[in-house]
T-cell receptor
């Protein structure tokens, strides 16, 4: 079945460091891919999405490119801030399917 | 922010007791979902609804039932709670359903502890 695998955390970075969180997926057909972010004590919220191969999603300085050849959707940010500390979830949704599948989440800590 | 509330926000109960969690939305979205979040598992879908009185099972539905008598309310019931159901429960809504372009909006979560 479809699945999402993302790098285990926690990831600890200093402010202004470069961030990469790896995400790979297994799916039939042509899924859409998402990154959600969860701040402490809150529900998830959509950070960015890409709906077809080679699309780049971007938001708040974060970006991720849908790579069909490597079945990957890695999250990157050039310069992280303390306020980026959160849990990040990679997810996929089958085209015309009935569920969104989430990765296990990666916790990010950013130190001042 | 999408208008989604969950109640209660925290609950401690004992094994064998029934528990009902409520999700209420003010967005008039057609689709509603219940997930549980556990360390190392991400979010797993319990049940979802695609309209009033229309519901279906997700990947971890055993021990849970749902009801949706109004567009705005989606109830999750644990008929007889067990310790394995200790978790954080999230409700989510969407307008376009589970299509490729679906964006889900999440409630703040309910932390349930079963002793």
């Amino acid at each position: 079945g479809d699945s999402v695998t993302q790098m285990e955390g926690p990831v600890t970075l200093s402010e202004e460091a470069f961030l990469t969180i790896n995400c790979t997926y297994t799916a039939t057909g042509y899924p859409s891919l998402f990154w959600y972010v969860q701040y402490p004590g809150e529900g998830l919220q959509l950070l960015l999405k890409a709906t077809k191969a080679d699309d780049k999603g971007s938001n708040k300085g974060f970006e991720a490119t849908y790579r069909k050849e490597t079945t990957s959707f890695h999250l990157e940010k050039g310069s992280v801030q303390v306020s980026d500390s959160a849990v990040y979830f990679c997810a996929l949704s089958d085209q015309g399917g009935f569920k969104t599948i989430f990765g296990a989440g990666t916790r990010l800590f950013v130190k001042a | 922010d999408a208008g989604i509330t969950q109640s209660p926000r925290h609950k401690v109960t004992e094994t064998g007791t029934p528990v009902t969690l409520r999700c209420h939305q003010t967005e008039n979205h057609r689709y509603m979902y219940w997930y549980r979040q556990d360390p190392g598992h991400g979010l797993r879908l319990i049940h979802y609804s695609y309209g009033v009185k229309d519901t279906d099972k997700g990947e971890v539905s055993d021990g849970y039932s749902v009801s949706r008598s109004k567009t705005e309310d989606f109830l999750l019931t644990l008929e007889s709670a067990t310790s394995s159901q200790t978790s954080v429960y999230f409700c989510a809504i969407s307008e376009r359903g589970l299509s490729s372009y679906n964006e889900q909006f999440f409630g703040p979560g309910t932390r349930l502890t079963v002793l």
